[in-house]
């Protein structure tokens, strides 16, 4: 699929503010585990080492960088229990047929919602269907929307 080739950012109209590091730790995470699951059966030690080699060799945010941490090893430690929560979301749509980066953009969410604290389950949810829009298929967001909301009420954080 096209839309999974993408590596650099779609031209966007001019801004005066750059993204916050919250938002830059999303999207540094958000390649760090699409490259995670393209190895098969990647645990921690996987985990660990993406993260090295993220910051080592690409410029990634400096401030988020703490954060983007932190939502990748939540991810890889809690991995079957978010794609369990997203398969139950999602009866009728396999998580092995979802777009890398839709499947890991619930991950992250799903981790947000259920396994952080830094971040109210709303702001989670509005801030991956912020990079849906921005790196998924056409109409992504609708979908991560629908299953992220379905998940947070399912763990009553809405």
């Not at 390649?31 to 059966?41: A, K, N, T, V």
């Amino acid at each position: 699929m096209a839309s999974e080739r993408r590596s650099v950012r779609p031209s966007a109209p001019p801004s005066n503010s750059e993204p916050g590091p919250r938002r830059q730790a999303r999207e540094a995470a958000l390649q760090m585990l699409y490259g995670l699951d393209c190895l098969p059966d990647a645990g921690s030690y996987e985990g660990e080492r993406a993260i090295t080699a993220y910051w080592n060799n690409l410029e990634g945010p400096a401030a988020g960088r703490s954060y983007g941490d932190t939502i990748v090893r939540g991810v890889v430690a809690h991995r079957a229990s978010l794609d369990e929560a997203i398969r139950t979301a999602s009866p009728n749509w396999r998580l092995e047929r979802m777009a890398r980066v839709d499947r890991n953009l619930l991950r992250i969410a799903t981790w947000e919602i259920v396994h952080g604290t830094e971040v109210p389950p709303q702001v989670a949810i509005d801030e991956a269907v912020e990079l849906a829009r921005e790196y998924g298929a056409e109409g992504a967001y609708a979908f991560v929307n629908g299953l992220l909301d379905r998940i947070a009420r399912a763990h009553k954080k809405l």
